[in-house]
């Protein structure tokens, strides 16, 4: 990325999100100390870009705005601001993993579903009612 900034649609292009997410990450308090030019827009640097990223994939992977909220509120450079991020990555790390071990034994439900209907497909339909 150069280092010139970009508008608010480059910003959330470069980012894998939406101008409206982006619009509305500023409305919530998430973006602090945005540029913005002589007409008010917002310009985004290499950092801010950055920032939108992390945001991106801590909501895609299910933390909440609140919890973002309060994320954001913590000076990381401040009096134990690090280990409290910390503290909240390694909670939400926790969460996603559980949210992963959830899916994976879904999915194995899934899976066994498909084989018995393709079995239920190759014997053209005579399978036992308790298939279904």
């Given at each position: 990325?150069?280092t010139e900034?970009?508008?608010i649609?480059?910003a959330?292009?470069?980012?894998?999100t939406?101008v409206?997410?982006?619009?509305?990450?500023?409305?919530?308090?998430?973006?602090?100390?945005?540029?913005?030019?002589?007409?008010?827009?917002?310009?985004?640097?290499?950092?801010?870009?950055?920032?939108?990223?992390?945001?991106?994939?801590?909501?895609?992977?299910?933390?909440?705005?609140?919890?973002?909220?309060?994320?954001v509120?913590?000076?990381?450079?401040?009096?134990?601001?690090?280990?409290?991020?910390?503290?909240?990555?390694?909670?939400?790390?926790?969460?996603?993993?559980?949210?992963?071990?959830?899916?994976?034994?879904?999915?194995?439900?899934?899976?066994?579903?498909?084989?018995?209907?393709?079995?239920?497909?190759?014997?053209?339909?005579?399978?036992?009612?308790?298939?279904?």
């Amino acid at each position: 990325m150069s280092t010139e900034p970009l508008s608010i649609g480059r910003a959330a292009e470069a980012a894998g999100t939406t101008v409206d997410t982006v619009r509305y990450y500023d409305r919530c308090g998430l973006l602090e100390d945005l540029g913005r030019d002589a007409a008010g827009n917002r310009r985004f640097t290499a950092d801010d870009v950055g920032w939108l990223r992390v945001l991106r994939c801590l909501r895609e992977t299910g933390m909440s705005i609140d919890d973002l909220r309060r994320f954001v509120a913590v000076d990381p450079h401040g009096p134990g601001g690090a280990a409290a991020r910390l503290a909240r990555l390694e909670a939400h790390r926790e969460a996603v993993r559980e949210r992963i071990r959830r899916t994976e034994a879904e999915l194995a439900v899934v899976e066994t579903k498909i084989e018995a209907y393709r079995a239920l497909a190759a014997t053209g339909g005579r399978v036992p009612a308790v298939q279904r």
